[in-house]
Nanobody, 128 residues
Framework: QVALVESGGGSVQAGGSLRLSCVVS????????MAWFRQAPGKEREGVAS????????AYADSVKGRFTISQDNAQRTVYLRMDSLKPEDTAMYYC?????????????????????WGQGTQVTVSS
């Protein structure tokens, strides 16, 4: 069974908006870090935004601060990534990641290597 199911990607013009969703379906939701990463062709996977599910504390990469918003619906076990003022450089495959239970969000590199579950990815394409 798939632990994380993403949806919401698509193609938009620069300046447009998208909202990604990540449903946590088969593993515990509370008391873990949930994060969004992205990976463009030929580039490393990079952290975009994170949220600790129990207290809602968030963090953002500098490149998306003020444009992206991570949020959650605990009852629906869903994490969202609202992306506004999209730029062509935001084009990438976006992945949802679940960190280890009872572990707060850490640096992007630590989250990337320690994530327990990854979604299948959803493509976001921004045209100029």
């Amino acid at each position: 069974q798939v632990a994380l199911v993403e949806s919401g990607g698509g193609s938009v013009q620069a300046g447009g908006s998208l909202r990604l969703s990540c449903v946590v379906s088969t593993v515990p939701y509370n008391r873990r870090c949930m994060a969004w990463f992205r990976q463009a062709p030929g580039k490393e996977r990079e952290g975009v935004a994170s949220i600790f599910t129990s207290d809602g504390v968030t963090a953002y990469a500098d490149s998306v601060k003020g444009r992206f918003t991570i949020s959650q619906d605990n009852a629906q076990r869903t994490v969202y990534l609202r992306m506004d003022s999209l730029k062509p450089e935001d084009t990438a495959m976006y992945y949802c990641a679940a960190g280890r239970l009872y572990t707060h969000c850490d640096s992007w590199s630590t989250l990337r290597t320690s994530a327990t579950y990854w979604g299948q990815g959803t493509q976001v394409t921004v045209s100029s």
